[in-house]
């Protein structure tokens, strides 16, 4: 039967892909990319050659009812990002919900995401957490920053390695310099950095370095 898998890819380490994730990739039609290139890179990794097609935040609003026409009419997908899960801070959202409406199978494949790896290692509560993933760049910034100063459980935001040290000033700015945080760094590479301390702490680490890769910060709630 046709239908849509979501198939999570590795955020770096490329040995993380799963067993089940490789097989699906090798079956399905057409796989469904956020950067065909990227994606690309991947597959010739893997050794699989199937056709492909562009679906990012660009295009999805364009391409959802031709997809799922697609699948309708007998053919099988898979969506993969960059990095990571579908949908987790990435295209995926409005193509699942077109499937579901029109009776099509939607089956996501477990596998890699950012923020789980960060929160587990960062040393913070984990029973309870919000996922609030990149803030907004300008319009409603400051309000969400309010809010998530008041919120009770560990918070989880991923952030441009651009906007890595104005964003924590900005929380500080909210939260004062003693709140806790974590802020992971290429997860899963070589160079994967874990800098716990308060914010002032790790305002003061980053800004005598040339931030790079992809980031995660998972921060102290108040009550915490």
């Given at each position: 039967?046709?239908?849509?898998y979501?198939?999570?890819?590795?955020?770096?380490?490329?040995?993380?892909?799963?067993?089940?994730?490789?097989?699906i990739?090798?079956?399905?039609?057409?796989?469904?990319?956020?950067d065909?290139?990227?994606?690309?890179?991947?597959?010739?990794?893997?050794?699989?050659?199937?056709?492909?097609?562009?679906?990012?935040?660009n295009?999805?609003?364009?391409?959802?009812?031709?997809?799922?026409?697609?699948?309708?009419?007998?053919?099988?997908?898979?969506?993969?990002?960059?990095?990571?899960?579908?949908?987790?801070?990435?295209?995926?959202?409005m193509?699942?919900?077109?499937?579901?409406?029109?009776?099509?199978?939607?089956?996501?494949?477990?596998?890699?995401?950012?923020?789980?790896?960060?929160?587990?290692?960062?040393?913070?509560?984990?029973?309870?957490?919000?996922?609030?993933?990149?803030?907004?760049?300008?319009k409603?910034?400051?309000?969400?920053?309010?809010?998530?100063?008041?919120?009770?459980?560990?918070?989880?935001?991923?952030?441009?390695?651009?906007?890595?040290?104005?964003?924590?000033?900005?929380?500080?700015?909210?939260?004062?310099?003693?709140?806790?945080?974590c802020?992971?760094?290429?997860?899963?590479?070589?160079?994967?950095?874990?800098?716990?301390?308060?914010?002032?702490?790790?305002?003061?680490?980053?800004?005598?370095?040339?931030?790079?890769?992809?980031?995660?910060?998972?921060?102290?709630?108040?009550?915490?």
């Open positions: 039967m046709a239908r849509l979501l198939v999570p890819t590795p955020i770096g380490n490329l040995e993380d892909i799963t067993l089940r994730a490789i097989r990739l090798k079956e399905v039609d057409v796989i469904l990319a956020e065909t290139r990227t994606s690309g890179n991947l597959l010739r990794h893997l050794g699989i050659s199937k056709p492909m097609a562009a679906f990012h935040l295009n999805e609003h364009q391409q959802v009812n031709p997809i799922a026409d697609r699948i309708e009419a007998g053919e099988t997908m898979a969506l993969v990002t960059d990095a990571g899960t579908p949908a987790i801070s990435d295209p995926g959202y193509l699942v919900r077109e499937c579901i409406q029109r009776g099509i199978e939607v089956e996501c494949l477990p596998g890699p995401t950012a923020f789980v790896p960060a929160l587990v290692n960062s040393g913070l509560p984990a029973e309870r957490f919000i996922f609030e993933g990149f803030l907004p760049h300008k409603g910034r400051q309000t969400k920053i309010q809010q998530i100063a008041s919120y009770p459980y560990t918070t989880i935001l991923y952030e441009s390695p651009y906007r890595l040290v104005k964003t924590l000033q900005q929380l500080m700015e909210v939260m004062g310099p003693d709140r806790q945080v802020v992971s760094r290429e997860l899963t590479k070589i160079h994967e950095e874990n800098v716990r301390g308060s914010l002032a702490e790790v305002i003061d680490y980053f800004s005598q370095k040339d931030v790079k890769g992809e980031i995660v910060i998972v921060m102290k709630s108040e009550e915490g």
